[in-house]
C-alpha cells in the first residue's frame, strides 16, 4: 500500500484504479473458466484490493462502511456472484458519479449512467426538484456504534425536502487524527460538526495511511484535555488545512459558556439534544453563502428583462444581430444568452465597477474570503493592468522599487508611467537550459543593505517578485517578507502570482501564497512569544557584536514586531489557471495601512486604468470561477496535480521517450544551496517529503509545470513546439527554451488529455528512432552536432548590465544601481535623439570603448520579461543572447533595422542634464574614425514586416540565413548607401 501511496501525490486515483482493478478481478473469478490455481490467483487479487480499499474507504461516504463491511462478508463467505455484481454496481457509481444525487441505495444500478451528458445540451434552468442538485459530504467526528451511525444516516435523509438546494451524506469517524486524514483525502467535504465523544488517536491501523497522518496534532490531542480544549486544536488544524470548511460544534454542557470562548472557531456552536435539525439547516444555509454569485445571478436576472436601449451597445441583447441579414451566424456559434446579457448599464441591479455597490461589491467580498485576502478587486483586461493599478497606487516618482529583472513586461512598463527608480534583482541562472531561476534573498537583502549604508531606505517603497515564475520556481514567501522586513519594516510587496491563483486551494501549495503568508505574519507578529524571541535575538547580537552587513546576509533575520507593517498584494491571472473569460484577473490586498495609506490612490489608479465599459461577461466568470473554487477547488487543484505526476512517470519510465527526452526534476532547476532538504525529488517521494521541502526550502518546485528537456532529439524548443506539437497534433503550449518545452497541467486537464500527449511524444519519438536509423553518415554526423550543442555547449545568460549614469541617481552616501526608466523611456520619443544599430555596428561602438544605451524596452515573447529596457547599456552578452533566441516574437527589435538606441549626442546632453561632467563614463559621442553608419528612417511599426519601399533591401543570403535577432559576432562592412544594408558573408554562419 505505502508503495501505491508513494506513486501519487493524492488518493482519489488510488481509489479509483482498485475499484477497476477489483471489479476486473471480481468479474474474472466468477467466469465459468475460472478453476483452480486461475480461481486462486483472481481471489488473492481481490483479497488484497479490498485490503487497500479497508484502509480508504471510512472517510467516503459512498460506497460507506456498511455496504462495504457487507461486500466484505460476501467475498469471505464465497458468494462471488453477488460480490462481483456488488461491486460492479459501486464502480460503476463511482465512475459516473450517480451516488452523488443522493439516492445512494439505487447509485450505479442504471446503464443510462455510464454515458454522460452531452455538455452542449446541459440545462440550468430547470427546478432543482428535477435536475441533480449538487452533493457534497459532511464529516461527523465522534464515537459512535455501528447501529448509531445507520440511524444517524437515515434521520439525516428524512430531512431532505424537494425543494433544498443540495443533498449531503455523512462521513463518521471517532478521532482526531482521523478526521484530519478525512479532510485532506475526501475532496467532498464542505463541513465539518465536531462533538464532544472524540478520542484523539484512532483505534485502526494507520500505517498504511502514514504520508497523511498529521502527528504534530496527534499529540497535542492528549486524553487529559478537556473536549472543549481537543474541539478547539481540531478545529484551528482543520481550519489551517481547508480554511473553505464550515466548522460546527455540538455539546451538552454549558453551550452558552462555550459558544463564548470557542466561538470564534466555529460557525456555529449547537446544544447536542436541540439542534439536530437546526445544525441541518444551517450546513445547507453554509454551503450556500458559498454557491451564491451575486454578480452572475443579476446579469442572469436582467438578460430576462425587456428592455429599450437609447444610448450605447446596439448588440445588447442581441438585437443589431437578429435582425441582420448577414452575421446571424454569430448566434448560432455563441448561443443568444451571451447577447441577452449584454448591457452598457449600470443600474438595474447590475453595479458599476468602477464605484460598485451592489452584487459586484458583494461578489468582490465573496471572492475576498474565498482567497483569504482584506479586499479584492475584479480585473477585465488581464494581470497587466492589474500591475500598473497596484504600481501606480504605490509608487510616487522618485521613489525606489526593488523589481525581479525577469518579471514580466507589465511590471517594466508600470515603473515608467509611476516614475519608479527602480534597482533590478538577479535571479540565478541555469545556463544549462537557458532559462533563469528566482531571486535568492541573500541578493534582496544585499541591495536593501546597499540602500542602507547609502542613506537611501527612506525612498525605498515596494519589492515586486513573481511567484511563481514561469518555469514553476516558488518562493518562501513568508520568509522573504519576514527578513526584509527586519531591514525596511514599512516595505511593501507585490507578488505577481499570474500563474499561481490556483494554489490558493492547495494545503500545501497555500503556505507558499501571498495572502497565506501575509495573514501567518501578521499573526507572528502579534504573538507575545514572538516578541520574547526578537528581544532575545537582540540581547544575542549585542552580546556577540555582530552587526556588519555579512553577518546580515548569511543569518535568518526578525523584524521589530512594533514596527513592522504587513503591507501585501498579490495580482492573479484567474482565467490563466483557473475557470474564468480570458483577461479575468483579480487583485487581492492584505494591507495594514490600506485604508488609511492608499485606499483614494488606489481607487484612481484603478480609475485611471479600468475601462468605463468593462465587459460584463468576464466579471460574471470571475464571479463563477469564485463560486467553483470555494466549493470544489480542493478536488479540482489534486487532480491538477495527480495528472502532472502520472505525466512525469508515463515519460521517464518509457523506454523509448526516456532516451530523447526527460522531465526535469527539482534538482535540475534549484541549486543544492537554495535545498537544505537535500530532497532532490520531493514530488515523486510521498506527500511528506514534499511538505518538508515546501516547510525547509528557500525554493521549490510546482509540480504542476514539468519542464521536458529535448536536446537529445536535436531539435530546439520552438521548432519542437511549432513543428511538431501545434502544427502536427494541436497541442499548444506556451514556453520553450533551447533545449526544452514547458507542459503545463491545469484544472480543466484530464486523464484522457495526458494520455494523449504521452501518445503523441511517443509517436514524435518512434520516427526519430527510424529516422536516425536510416540516416546516412553525413546526416547522422549533423544530427549529433545539433545534439552536442543542446546539450553539451550552455550558452551563458546575461545579467543586468545596468543603466547609463546619465538615467541614475548620484544622490546619497554611496553609489547604488537604481535607474530612472521613465526618464529613459520619455527621451526617445524625439526622434532626433534616436538611431538604429544593427548588432555588429554595436559590436564596434563597444570594441572603442563607448557605451550604447537603449532607447526602448526589447522583450522576446514569451516568456515576456525585457532583456533590455530604457537607459541601459548594452553588454556583449546581451548581443549574444539575443543571437542565440529561438523565440520569434521579439517586441522593440526589428530585424531589418536593429536596436533602437540613443545618439551620443542624447546621452551627452542627458549626462550633462544629470550633472555629469562631459565626456564622463563614456558618454561622448565618438570620434569620426569609430563611427558607425545607422539607420536614421523611421522604420515601420510591426517588427520585422516588410511593407515594400519603407523597409530596406535585404541581401539574399540572408533571407535564407539563420532567423535569429541581432547578427554575427563578426561585423559587416558598413552600408553602401542610406537606404541598402548589406549582409557579410561571416553571418551565413550564424553564432
Not at 456555529?268 to 454551503?287: K, P
Request: aromatic share 8%.
Amino acid at each position: 500500500m505505502t508503495e501505491h501511496l508513494r506513486a501519487y501525490n493524492s488518493l482519489w486515483q488510488v481509489r479509483s484504479d482498485s475499484w477497476c482493478r477489483l471489479e476486473e478481478a471480481a468479474d474474472r473469478l466468477t467466469r465459468p473458466s475460472t478453476t483452480g490455481a486461475l480461481k486462486e490467483k483472481w481471489a488473492n487479487a481481490c483479497r488484497e484490493l479490498l485490503g487497500r480499499l479497508s484502509t480508504l474507504e471510512p472517510y467516503w461516504a459512498y460506497p460507506g462502511s456498511p455496504q462495504f463491511a457487507r461486500l466484505q462478508r460476501l467475498f469471505a463467505a464465497g458468494s462471488y456472484d453477488k460480490f462481483a455484481q456488488t461491486v460492479g454496481q459501486v464502480n460503476r457509481a463511482l465512475t459516473t458519479e450517480s451516488y452523488r444525487s443522493g439516492d445512494v441505495d439505487n447509485a450505479g444500478t442504471d446503464d443510462l449512467d455510464m454515458f454522460p451528458s452531452d455538455p452542449r445540451q446541459l440545462v440550468e434552468h430547470q427546478p432543482a426538484s428535477q435536475r441533480d442538485r449538487p452533493y457534497f459530504e459532511v464529516l461527523v467526528v465522534e464515537k459512535m456504534t455501528e447501529d448509531q451511525e445507520r440511524a444517524l444516516r437515515s434521520e439525516v435523509r428524512k430531512w431532505r425536502r424537494p425543494d433544498d438546494e443540495f443533498v449531503y451524506e455523512l462521513v463518521v469517524v471517532s478521532s482526531g487524527d482521523e478526521a484530519l486524514i478525512a479532510a485532506r483525502l475526501n475532496v467532498n467535504l464542505q463541513a465539518v460538526v465536531i462533538r464532544r465523544r472524540f478520542s484523539h488517536q484512532s483505534t485502526r491501523d494507520l500505517s498504511a495511511l502514514s504520508e497523511f497522518v498529521d502527528t504534530e496534532v496527534s499529540n497535542e490531542l492528549a486524553d487529559h484535555q478537556t473536549p472543549e480544549e481537543r474541539a478547539q486544536i481540531l478545529a484551528v488544524s482543520l481550519s489551517n488545512l481547508r480554511p473553505e470548511l464550515d466548522l460546527y460544534l455540538m455539546t451538552e454542557i454549558d453551550v452558552e459558556d462555550i459558544a463564548g470562548r470557542l466561538g470564534q472557531y466555529f460557525r456555529r456552536v449547537f446544544h447536542a439534544r436541540e439542534g439536530m435539525l437546526e445544525l441541518h439547516l444551517s450546513i445547507l444555509h453554509g454551503v450556500a453563502a458559498r454557491y451564491r454569485t451575486p454578480f452572475f445571478s443579476a446579469l442572469k436576472q436582467y438578460s430576462h428583462r425587456p428592455t429599450g436601449v437609447f444610448h450605447a451597445l446596439p448588440i445588447s441583447q442581441g438585437k443589431s444581430i437578429v435582425n441582420s441579414h448577414w452575421i446571424k451566424d454569430m448566434v448560432g456559434f455563441y448561443g443568444l444568452d451571451v447577447f441577452m446579457a449584454e448591457t452598457s448599464a449600470t443600474c438595474g441591479g447590475l453595479d458599476s465597477l468602477l464605484e460598485p455597490t451592489g452584487p459586484l461589491r458583494e461578489a468582490q467580498q465573496l471572492a475576498g474570503q474565498a482567497y483569504g485576502s482584506r479586499h479584492t478587486y475584479f480585473v477585465t483586461n488581464g494581470t497587466s493592468t492589474a500591475n500598473k493599478i497596484v504600481t501606480q497606487a504605490l509608487v510616487a516618482p522618485g521613489d525606489i522599487v526593488l523589481l525581479d529583472r525577469n518579471c514580466h513586461q507589465s511590471h517594466h512598463y508600470g515603473m515608467m508611467l509611476a516614475g519608479a527608480n527602480v534597482v533590478y534583482l538577479e535571479a540565478y541562472s541555469l545556463n544549462e537550459y537557458s532559462m533563469y531561476g528566482a531571486v535568492p534573498l541573500r541578493e534582496i537583502k544585499s541591495k536593501l543593505l546597499a540602500l542602507k549604508r547609502a542613506g537611501k531606505l527612506n525612498r525605498v517603497k515596494m519589492m515586486s517578485l513573481t511567484n511563481c515564475t514561469f518555469d514553476g520556481i516558488v518562493y518562501d514567501v513568508e520568509r522573504v517578507m519576514e527578513e526584509c522586513l527586519a531591514i525596511k519594516p514599512d516595505l511593501v510587496f507585490l507578488w505577481d502570482e499570474a500563474w499561481f491563483a490556483f494554489a490558493r486551494f492547495h494545503p500545501v501549495y497555500r503556505t507558499r501564497t501571498a495572502m497565506a503568508a501575509a495573514r501567518a505574519l501578521r499573526e507572528r507578529l502579534q504573538d507575545p512569544d514572538y516578541r520574547r524571541r526578537y528581544e532575545e535575538s537582540l540581547a544575542g547580537e549585542g552580546a556577540a557584536g555582530k552587526t556588519d552587513d555579512e553577518d546580515l546576509l548569511e543569518r535568518r533575520l526578525i523584524p521589530d514586531p512594533a514596527r513592522a507593517r504587513v503591507r501585501v498584494y498579490a495580482t492573479q491571472s484567474t482565467h490563466k489557471t483557473l475557470t474564468a473569460l480570458r483577461q479575468g484577473s483579480m487583485i487581492h490586498v492584505f494591507d495594514q495601512d490600506f485604508d488609511q495609506k492608499v485606499a483614494e490612490p488606489f481607487h484612481e489608479a484603478y480609475m485611471a486604468h479600468t475601462s468605463t465599459s468593462p465587459n460584463y461577461q468576464i466579471l460574471a466568470s470571475l464571479d463563477l470561477g469564485r463560486r467553483q473554487v470555494a466549493l470544489e477547488g480542493v478536488e479540482l487543484v489534486q487532480r491538477q496535480i495527480e495528472n502532472a505526476m502520472q505525466l512525469r512517470d508515463a515519460i521517464d519510465n518509457h523506454p523509448l521517450l526516456s532516451k530523447y527526452m526527460r522531465c526535469l526534476r527539482t534538482s535540475d532547476l534549484i541549486p543544492e544551496r537554495y535545498r537544505p532538504s537535500a530532497i532532490a525529488q520531493p514530488l515523486r517521494s510521498g506527500l511528506r517529503n514534499m511538505m518538508a521541502a515546501w516547510d525547509q526550502d528557500e525554493f521549490v518546485l510546482d509540480p504542476s509545470r514539468i519542464t521536458l528537456f529535448i536536446g537529445h532529439t536535436g531539435y530546439d524548443g520552438d521548432t519542437f513546439k511549432r513543428q511538431q506539437l501545434m502544427d502536427r497534433y494541436g497541442i499548444q503550449i506556451n514556453k520553450t527554451s533551447r533545449n526544452s518545452v514547458l507542459f503545463m497541467t491545469n484544472i480543466g486537464t484530464t486523464r484522457s488529455s495526458v494520455a494523449f500527449l504521452v501518445e503523441v511524444l511517443v509517436n514524435i519519438a518512434r520516427e526519430l528512432d527510424q529516422n536516425i536509423s536510416e540516416m546516412s553518415l553525413g546526416e547522422r554526423e549533423q544530427f549529433e552536432r545539433a545534439v552536442f550543442r543542446l546539450t553539451e555547449m550552455p550558452l551563458p545568460l546575461p545579467d543586468f548590465s545596468g543603466f547609463h549614469p546619465a538615467f541614475m541617481d548620484h544622490s546619497g552616501s554611496k553609489p547604488t544601481p537604481e535607474g530612472d526608466v521613465r526618464r529613459g523611456f520619455y527621451l526617445s520619443y524625439d526622434d532626433t535623439n534616436c538611431e538604429y544599430l544593427r548588432g555588429e555596428q554595436i559590436d564596434e561602438k563597444l570594441d572603442a570603448g563607448y557605451e550604447v544605451v537603449s532607447a526602448t524596452f526589447v522583450t522576446p515573447y514569451p516568456p515576456g520579461f525585457p532583456v533590455l529596457v530604457p537607459g541601459q547599456v548594452f553588454s556583449r552578452e546581451i548581443l549574444q543572447f539575443m543571437r542565440d533566441l529561438d523565440t520569434p516574437e521579439i517586441h522593440g527589435y526589428l530585424p531589418n533595422f536593429g536596436y533602437r538606441v540613443y545618439t551620443d549626442k542624447a546621452v551627452e546632453i542627458a549626462s550633462a542634464s544629470a550633472g555629469l561632467p562631459p565626456n564622463g563614463h563614456g558618454s561622448a559621442a565618438p570620434p569620426a574614425t569609430a563611427r558607425t553608419k545607422s539607420s536614421k528612417r523611421k522604420p515601420p511599426r510591426r517588427g520585422g514586416s516588410d511593407d515594400g519601399g519603407s523597409v530596406p533591401e535585404i541581401g539574399q543570403e540572408e533571407l535564407i540565413g539563420q532567423q535569429v535577432p541581432g547578427d554575427a559576432v563578426s561585423p559587416a562592412p558598413p552600408p553602401t548607401g542610406p537606404d541598402v544594408v548589406e549582409v557579410g558573408a561571416a553571418e551565413l554562419t550564424g553564432p
